[in-house]
């Protein structure tokens, strides 16, 4: 009916974007292809041939494109085929116009792209004959060759520079929709009105909805009429989830733009459409792993790894929405095996660029918890294997001490999700037992207060672990002896090994940072999670070997009670594979853990461990090795056969 009565449809200005949108939906379009009701203008005064200007009350920023331009003819774009271009700059915006006509919907058309001086982010000359020109929303810079790029450089620069003195301190810029995000951006424009508090409001949601469906041929499973005074009551939110979860299934092609749809308006909505909009933006989270299985394809992982990276930012900024997020974004997310490496990924990079103990770096060491809620087993062996894997790379390029390494804030804020993962046996702790034994052990008195308090928190949690969890079960014996460390644990002999003497609670200052004010999410970083020499306590050897010894204790009663325990054997050989390797800051540290574990030895270890000794007494620089080799000998003696 629309295509039978519209006398006219005049286009001006069209652009690459509209050629793109009309290929992409070529099926949709195909009525107007060749319609001779549509009419491209290329000036505003071939509109007088068809409509008289009294009429035609065209708005001052579309006319004021002509006016006072500067010229650049013959100029050449590059791309995948390059194109020549007349490239126009006046006082507002920048227009880009093919040389050659090219045809849209059957018609030839000369293409004309026009950037206001807003979209300009940068402008860059790459020598005398080229330039790049950086726009917002674009996915790469325009690179132009002419012989005056200088010229046009400078012009460009002007009319950005004039346009930033005319803004007020900061400006939004509306983003662009591209031909493909339109069904996405249509849709979370449907579903989030359709909670609207607004009857009429939600009648439009709901038609937009069925128009959608029809136009797009979404797979929606049942019958949606577009309809005119339907009234749909407020509480709606189990039929907007189930339309959303019907798409999610069918439409799976649509999670990227969906999802950056709903996060780019998430913050500007109210509380209660920010919690319709986390009930059905969930259903569309599994389908991100169907855009990371092909390692070729990497553009699509990277619009993954930042549709993350917004979702991490969500969780950081939104205060009142926190515990929601928490558990329907990350929650969901950690039942998708596939992305929990990436995901970690993000974290991580997130957490590293904060600092240990900042706001972002607490956050995501706690939603790694929330991760973990639906895959414990999984979740607990990445991020201890990421943190061994890390510990081991120290002997790349060892330093005299740990916290001076390159990979330290890594090491710490791995050390801060197995403290969060930790409590209600988030980490398997039965499976994962020698690898965490391991790391406490190397990392036992590192780092400032906090993070010393947050390792004997870490053996705390553990030992509490293994006297609540279920599975394995461990004699009477074993329970005993995991009741009594956990006392001694807490003993000031034991802040004192851990290097935390002055500390009057270990879990208060484990959590300084995490301490929240009220009406803020985090106060600031305390200092305890800053390096300082005034309140730095150094772990001797003896210390060492004192809490070795307490934890082997412990693994012993509980290995006990299980048939085909290889825990010893395991924790063995990690502190053997660091004994025998040169790292200043850990080989002291390995030594002693293995002398006082090892329960068996061989020729060849002893005359390696000889050996060292002598290039270290040879040397005579590193007084805390040859003891801590000393010390090994000692204890490994009991075992050389006679």
């Not at 490239?87 to 950037?115: F, M, R, W």
């Not at 002055?502 to 009406?519: E, I, L, P």
Request: proline content about 4%; glycine content about 4%; hydrophobic content about 40%.
């Amino acid at each position: 009916v629309a295509y039978e009565n519209i006398h006219g449809a005049y286009l001006y200005n069209c652009n690459s974007w509209v050629r793109e949108y009309t290929k992409f939906h070529d099926r949709i379009l195909m009525p107007l292809k060749g319609n001779r009701k549509l009419v491209f203008i290329d000036t505003p005064s071939r509109l007088n041939d068809f409509i008289s200007p009294d009429q035609q009350k065209l708005p001052g920023a579309t006319l004021s494109l002509d006016e006072d331009l500067k010229v650049f003819n013959n100029a050449l774009k590059l791309s995948h085929k390059d194109t020549k271009v007349n490239i126009k700059v006046g006082p507002t915006a920048i227009q880009i116009t093919c040389a050659e006509k090219t045809k849209v919907l059957s018609h030839t058309v000369l293409l004309n792209d026009v950037y206001y001086a807003s979209e300009i982010e940068e402008v860059c000359l790459v020598d005398d004959n080229q330039f790049t020109l950086t726009i917002a929303n674009e996915s790469g810079p325009l690179s132009f060759i002419h012989n005056d790029c200088d010229s046009i450089v400078q012009s460009i620069i002007h009319i950005r520079t004039r346009w930033e003195l005319g803004q007020p301190d900061s400006v939004t810029v509306h983003q662009k929709i591209r031909p493909k995000d339109v069904p996405g951006t249509l849709l979370n424009m449907a579903l989030l009105n359709l909670g609207s508090s607004d009857p009429n409001l939600r009648t439009a949601a709901y038609n937009l909805l069925c128009a959608l469906t029809s136009t797009f041929d979404l797979k929606i499973e049942g019958h949606l009429l577009e309809t005119n005074g339907l009234c749909i009551p407020s509480n709606n939110t189990i039929f907007i989830k189930s339309v959303s979860e019907t798409l999610a299934r069918n439409e799976p092609h649509l999670t990227l733009e969906f999802l950056e749809e709903c996060i780019q308006g998430f913050s500007a909505s109210s509380i209660e459409l920010k919690h319709l909009c986390l009930e059905y933006m969930t259903p569309w989270l599994p389908n991100l792993t169907r855009f990371c299985k092909h390692p070729a394809d990497d553009a699509k992982r990277q619009k993954v790894a930042h549709i993350l990276d917004k979702l991490i930012t969500l969780s950081i900024e939104e205060v009142e929405m926190y515990p929601s997020i928490q558990a329907k974004i990350w929650g969901n997310i950690g039942q998708v095996s596939e992305l929990i490496d990436m995901v970690l990924d993000s974290f991580i990079k997130r957490s590293v660029t904060g600092g240990l103990g900042s706001a972002q770096a607490e956050v995501m060491a706690e939603t790694s918890v929330s991760l973990s809620a639906a895959n414990v087993q999984l979740v607990a062996r990445k991020v201890i294997w990421r943190l061994c894997r890390v510990i081991d790379k120290t002997c790349i390029s060892p330093t005299s001490q740990l916290e001076q390494h390159i990979m330290w804030d890594d090491i710490a804020n791995l050390a801060r999700y197995l403290l969060m993962l930790s409590f209600n046996n988030s980490l398997d702790v039965a499976r994962h037992l020698p690898y965490l034994f391991h790391i406490v052990t190397f990392l036992v008195c590192t780092g400032p207060v906090s993070m010393r308090a947050s390792t004997h928190g870490l053996v705390i949690n553990i030992i509490h672990s293994l006297c609540t969890c279920t599975k394995p079960v461990f004699s009477e014996e074993a329970l005993r002896v995991l009741r009594l460390s956990l006392d001694e644990f807490s003993l000031p002999k034991f802040y004192q090994l851990f290097g935390i003497s002055k500390v009057h609670s270990a879990a208060t200052t484990a959590f300084r940072s995490a301490y929240r004010a009220a009406g803020e999410r985090w106060i600031a970083v305390d200092r305890s999670f800053s390096l300082s020499n005034n309140d730095k306590e150094r772990l001797t050897l003896t210390s060492l070997e004192a809490i070795t010894d307490a934890l082997l204790e412990i693994m012993e009663a509980c290995s006990a009670s299980l048939a085909d325990c290889n825990w010893l054997q395991t924790w063995t050989a990690l502190a053997k594979s660091f004994a025998f390797r040169y790292n200043p800051a850990l080989q002291p540290r390995g030594l002693i853990v293995f002398g006082c574990i090892a329960k068996s030895i061989i020729d060849h270890d002893i005359k390696q461990l000889l050996r060292i000794l002598v290039k270290a007494l040879e040397s005579f620089t590193d007084i805390t090795l040859i003891d801590a080799i000393v010390m090994c000998l000692t204890r490994l003696q009991p075992l050389l056969r006679p």
